[in-house]
């Protein structure tokens, strides 16, 4: 039986050839915190809407970031052209 043909092991990852890989863990790590991202710009822009007049400590601490998160917003509204 030392002679017998055994089937030759496939290399990692040759079995998926041609296929789309799966999510690596960076790729869903990053589309996480783009969620989060997208989901306190909302946030901001509601509270900014909805309450009067909000300073960037405020909102810090309404929402849980650091102010120099909540200016990086911002500026994410400002560049989708939200007045």
Known sequence: MANAK???KQ?????SA??????TRSDRDRRVRQHDRIARVLN?????QSRGRWNAQ???EELGC?????????QVLEFAGVP
């Open 6 to 8: 055994q089937p030759k």
């Open 11 to 15: 290399a990692r990852g040759a079995a």
């Open 18 to 23: 041609g296929k789309q890989p799966a999510a």
């Open 44 to 48: 901001i822009l509601n509270l900014i």
């Open 58 to 60: 405020a909102i810090a």
């Open 66 to 74: 650091s102010q120099r998160t909540v200016y990086r917003d911002l």
